[in-house]
Nanobody
């Protein structure tokens, strides 16, 4: 089992920045990829960004490219999401997720799907006011 704890959400004005963190613990040695998803009220959970834990290669949703940056600290097994130039449409609960290695490689592009992730955090609210 892997436990994920997000932090860093809050209220920010449009154009502002926030940095989310996700601390992982437990059986982290089997982690292959980690990512961020978000869910706005009344909508499905959407992919935001993900990275390969070994190579740090990253994928981004078109809606956040150029504004959001995913990164990791391998020494303390923490995932980050730097969000700049925030827009009201970025308002959502943001979830951290971790995928164990099950034979699906990063180049498959599969890690944009929430179904590829085995562990989820509790979520952190991000609210962007106009």
């Amino acid at each position: 089992q892997v436990q994920l704890v997000e932090s860093g959400g809050g209220l920010v004005q449009a154009g502002g920045s926030l940095r989310l963190s996700c601390a992982a613990s437990g059986r982290t040695s089997s982690t292959y990829a980690m990512g961020w998803f978000r869910q706005a009220p009344g909508k499905e959970r959407d992919f935001v960004t993900a990275l390969s834990w070994i190579s740090a290669n990253a994928l981004y949703a078109d809606s956040v490219k150029g504004r959001f940056t995913i990164s990791r600290n391998t020494s303390n097994f923490t995932l980050y999401l730097q969000m700049n130039s925030l827009k009201p449409e970025d308002t959502a609960v943001y979830y951290c997720a971790a995928a164990s290695w099950v034979g699906v490689t990063w180049v498959s592009g599969e890690y944009v799907k929430s179904s590829r992730y085995h562990y989820w955090g509790q979520g952190t609210q991000v609210t962007v006011s106009s």
